[in-house]
């Protein structure tokens, strides 16, 4: 197998991760280098890694550069892809910049990994609420087409960066030293002052806002849900609408998704797609759901739940649950990255 | 204004709450007596109640019995209801046991107060999740017709009682104790031993299960909305489905509902239709939406981010939080106390 010189792009929550896919999957890697915007050592699993100062000659010789870090508000990406393109890298970017331009794949390799091919340069990593939702309804489509997909989230913090895992811990913890010695009845739930994580108090709180809002009221994490699938799937009449709300989890996004198929369908059909299914892990027992505690720091996509909607001809129900910073992150994108280095 | 003889049946969290909405209402209360499986004195607000036996005499010369309690697994009203019937007083449960019974009108005040005429001596109080979704909805119903209804919900562990709020306290506390001086890179959010409240660690963790599951892999809770929704609109042809969630919030359920209008419909004319409903609270500004933390203990039903599927004709999303244990249930059964005092 070839091997390549992979550049990591931030070392945040993502660009850790990322370190601990190629190892764990014993990704080729010739030579390994960081970069971020202060130079420094980081220790990951107990290994040192050094991290140099990103710019815009970093990329000489790099075969492969995975972009998870931010520059101000855009993606590092956006000031250094063009760059790293033209020194001779495929670049990987988790950022949301790239992920509607038409000459850039956006891939869930298990959906569409044939479009890999058609890359310019750079291919971009879908938004994580959009790539477990995929990678769980991928053959439903592929076998009996999608009319419609509505879908509400259960968002981990994680998904925010690590300061918005800090913030939750935080907040927990101050309510605890605000608690202590006391019982139900005096028990305090909510803080003076938040951690301003979030726009709210997250810790027994739900949040039901993620990113920005458009003129039509929809956040921009339930716009990428819809413009994502149907370009990941390749498909523009798939109806699809979305509510994604922030709850205090550390870890793992779940999502109930309701689904319509143009085809008939029985629900044996169904549970054999999903068992069939690259990259999902199917519970057949209903008691058998998963639950993001349990998720977190797995590959798999996690469906369970089917269930038939008796009053709607073809219309099903799934939970989904798969953790956000793997799958829907860092993992996707070495799957990514796999795909290139075969095709290279 | 008339007074009645009211007693109180069952006194864990809901039953408190009675007590707490009857007094904050001015209900004109004659005598209050309070029945419990066992002889106690209670405080509440400072104020203390005497809780007695409950036995089939207890309803003599009792106007109006609110119906808060459990025996075995079953409400209290399975027990004693006949009784109280048969005693003169008109019972208000609040249990599962003969919502769905013809005989028995199902209130939303707010929705069918007008149902309230044909009890024949029982009058049942919804579920929680399905109150605050038809207050909701309401109107929208009234003026253009609900086709069909996707809710998924995000409930808080108070509507499984007051043991279960100890639970996630407990285990919220215990990782706190487990946590003492470390930092993020070393926080535990998994327990080894649960507080045994639901079937999995509640704390930093969601379960998508709440009551048992029937033989198409619905849960209790699941189907109580599809059914109840259809009795207390009084219309069997909405189509309803669901997916009931358990999230780690103490008080008041959040719930992101997806509707589709029969009749054609635009989003002013929703607006005006939110704005004049009943018990609702509307918030215009999609960053006015509603939380949980701040919900609980109020008694509107707060409705927000109301959003156009652009793909989808006559379909939106609200998102809708209330207090599941005052409009949930003690509100919504003092609500239709006092519309039985006025009848009679």
């Not at 605000?178 to 951690?195: C, F």
């Amino acid at each position: 197998m070839k091997q390549a010189n992979v550049a990591v792009v931030g070392v945040g929550a993502v660009g850790i991760e990322m370190l601990r896919c190629l190892k764990q999957r014993k990704f080729p890697v010739k030579t390994l280098r960081l970069f971020g915007r202060s130079a420094r050592d980081i220790t990951v699993d107990g290994e040192t890694y050094k991290v140099e100062v990103i710019g815009k000659n970093s990329f000489e010789g790099i075969d492969i550069a995975l972009f998870a870090g931010t520059e101000g508000e855009k993606g590092a990406a956006v000031t250094y892809a063009k760059a790293a393109v033209k020194a001779g890298a495929v670049v990987i970017d988790n950022g949301a910049d790239f992920r509607m331009k038409k000459t850039v794949p956006l891939v869930v390799p298990e959906v569409n990994r044939h479009t890999i091919k058609d890359n310019q340069g750079i291919i971009a990593n879908p938004n994580c609420t959009t790539i477990q939702m995929l990678t769980a309804l991928n053959q439903v489509h592929k076998r009996f087409g999608l009319k419609q997909i509505i879908l509400c989230s259960y968002q981990a913090v994680s998904g925010a960066g690590k300061q918005a895992c800090i913030g939750l811990m935080d907040e927990t913890v101050a309510l605890g030293k605000q608690n202590v010695g006391t019982n139900y009845e005096t028990y305090a739930k909510k803080l003076e002052k938040t951690s301003g994580a979030f726009s709210a108090q997250i810790a027994f709180n739900v949040i039901p806002q993620i990113g920005g809002f458009d003129d039509e009221g929809f956040t921009s994490e339930e716009m990428k849900v819809v413009h994502e699938t149907k370009k990941i799937m390749g498909d523009k009449k798939i109806k699809v609408s979305s509510t994604c709300v922030r709850v205090p989890v550390f870890g793992a996004h779940s999502e109930a998704v309701y689904f319509v198929t143009r085809e008939n369908v029985t629900r044996e059909q169904l549970e054999k797609a999903f068992k069939e299914s690259e990259g999902v892990c199917y519970a057949e027992k209903p008691e058998d759901f998963a639950k993001p505690l349990d998720v977190e720091g797995k590959d798999a996509t996690y469906v369970s739940r089917l269930r038939a909607d008796a009053q709607n001809k073809n219309a099903f129900w799934i939970w989904v649950v798969a953790d956000n910073i793997r799958k829907g992150a860092a993992l996707n994108a070495v799957q990514i990255a796999e795909d290139v280095l075969k095709r290279k």
